[in-house]
């Protein structure tokens, strides 16, 4: 299984971009990165996913680097609205799915 | 807009109760994940269907929770007999299953049951 280690929270100011970084030392070879949003009384939300190098859409990108040990989630410029506990997932054919402790980023005006 | 969907939203209960949680997935998607969130332990996945058979389920108490496929709209989560440290939301998510590399599925999240046990 891999483990992911997020921090436990971030603070930042609106309209700043926000990077979370979530460590996974021992992923496998066929696990993909998932980032999931979730706000309270929700479940979690899609955000993005990749496998290695870079990933955009028009929420977020996803940063990882060549080892894939690691992965940086990057909000450009967050609002009130982006206050959410964000979780960083890794996956993969062992169907065994483990979500982390999760990173509460709580955005200030 | 298609949605998960689970009844109840909220369910409070008698330890020694029997609890059924239902999930309606997407129309369309073969997965269907079954999680427990609490505070102490976060997010904890249960059991996993796929094409309506538990491909995974090692994340339950066998000796107290069942979970199940009747058919393709419906999954339901059981408990018998409940106990309070089996309150927690529980959430129920959907997804489309392309091979085996469950990693790449995106799933999608309905709102939860929130049970509490007394």
């Known amino acids: 299984l891999a483990k992911t280690t997020q921090p436990i929270s971030m603070d930042s100011y609106e309209g700043q971009e926000v990077n979370i970084t979530c460590s996974h030392n021992?992923?496998?070879?066929?696990?993909?990165i998932t980032w999931y949003q979730q706000f309270p009384s929700q479940g979690p939300r899609f955000i993005i996913q990749g496998y290695k190098t870079k990933v955009t859409n028009e929420v977020a990108s996803l940063f990882i680097p060549a080892d894939r040990k690691s992965s940086t989630l990057s909000l450009p410029r967050v609002s009130l609205s982006d206050t959410a506990v964000y979780y960083c997932l890794v996956s993969g054919s062992a169907r065994q799915l483990t979500f982390g402790s999760g990173t509460q980023l709580t955005v200030l005006p | 807009d298609a949605r998960v969907t689970q009844t109840p939203r909220h369910k409070v209960t008698e330890m020694g109760q029997e609890v059924t949680m239902r999930c309606q997935p997407i129309l369309g998607h073969n997965t269907v994940f079954w999680y427990r969130q609490t505070m102490m332990q976060g997010l904890e996945l249960l059991a996993y269907?796929?094409?309506?058979?538990?491909?995974?389920d090692s994340g339950m108490p066998k000796d107290r929770f069942s979970a199940e496929m009747p058919d393709a709209t419906l999954a339901t989560l059981k408990i018998q007999p409940s106990e309070p440290r089996d309150s927690a939301v529980y959430f129920c998510?959907?997804?489309?299953?392309?091979?085996?590399?469950?990693?790449?599925?995106?799933?999608?999240f309905g709102p939860g049951t929130r049970l509490t046990v007394l």
């Open positions: 269907f796929r094409n309506r058979a538990p491909l995974d």
């Open positions: 998510a959907s997804g489309f299953s392309q091979g085996d590399i469950l990693s790449t599925d995106t799933q999608y």
């Open positions: 021992n992923i496998a070879t066929n696990d993909y």
